[in-house]
């Protein structure tokens, strides 16, 4: 979702007015305004909003630590040990992307692409009882939509494509009240509020969104504008309401589904998500 901040921007500045940022839509406006509530609920919760000095993230548009950008690197998950696929690959997943899911993942949600400069998307879910069981799909399968350029393994601020990879899902928000997810929720309605008049299909693209997890502090707030690796690469890239109409980067699916998808995921189960085009997603060289 990238462009949908004002940029540059200090990582932790005061938000104390609202102010009117791009969004990744193409011409609509997401309005920010601190001052209204904010309320994030669910494990993690009683964390400062606020990214943290100790993390080590660079501020926004600086360069970062060699330490966290081992930590956050795009398309890189940490953590990965490559035995995902000891009980059997996701299907449609080949050898270099089942690599990259870590073993303690129990639930992986699959976006994919019928080729790079394509953008929508099939969704399909799936889930194993534990790191040696095999996986199993979940629910039946969802027609996404993405980048309005397509994927790309490369994504810049900007360039309408998708980033291709493997990114953990650990926070979730939305313009609407938490629909029962086990994952920490930010509620938010000033800060998810579009531009778009009521009744169209924009004004409902942020009733929920799940951060993915790239160029981001995992487990902070969707809010959260902290890039450890600066602008450059992008970021603000979520599983939002589908609105009608390809993405500036981010995947959405219809809100319905999304709530189901909300309901399903669970920290404890490390869910991911695997998205790019079926070429790469199954390549296994």
């Known amino acids: 979702m990238a462009d949908h901040r004002n940029r540059p921007r200090r990582a932790g500045a005061a938000r104390g007015r609202s102010v009117a940022v791009g969004v990744a839509a193409a011409g609509v406006t997401l309005v920010v305004g601190a001052a209204s509530a904010v309320h994030f609920s669910g494990p993690g919760s009683e964390r400062d909003p606020r990214p943290s000095a100790s993390v080590g993230a660079a501020s926004a548009g600086s360069a970062p630590s060699a330490a966290g950008a081992e930590r956050v690197r795009p398309n890189r998950v940490v953590g990965a040990d490559g035995t995902a696929g000891a009980s059997g690959a996701v299907p449609g997943i080949g050898a270099v992307m089942s690599a990259k899911i870590p073993r303690d993942a129990l639930q992986v949600i699959v976006a994919s692409g019928a080729d790079r400069d394509t953008n ?11 790191p040696d069981a095999p996986w199993e799909p979940f629910g039946a399968p969802l027609t996404g939509r993405n980048g309005a350029n397509g994927w790309t393994f490369t994504h810049h601020e900007g360039d309408l494509r998708s980033p291709i990879g493997v990114f953990s899902l650990t926070a979730a928000g939305g313009r609407l009240p ?56 992008g970021g603000d890239i979520w599983l939002h309401v589908d609105h009608r109409s390809p ?39």
């Open 120 to 130: 929508t998307n099939n969704v399909t879910l799936w889930q194993r009882a534990n």
């Open 247 to 285: 993405t500036r980067g981010c995947v959405a699916v219809e809100q319905d589904a999304l709530t189901s998808i909300l309901r399903w995921l669970k920290p404890t189960a490390h869910p991911m998500i695997v998205m790019g085009d079926v070429g790469d997603l199954g390549a296994d060289i």
């Open 178 to 233: 938490d629909p029962g997810t086990g994952m920490p929720y930010e509620y938010r309605p000033a800060f998810y509020r579009t531009a778009a008049p009521q009744g169209q299909p924009m004004a409902d693209a942020f009733n929920y969104v799940v951060a993915i997890d790239y160029n981001r502090l995992p487990g902070r707030p969707p809010s959260d504008p902290t890039r450890p690796l600066g602008d450059q690469v």
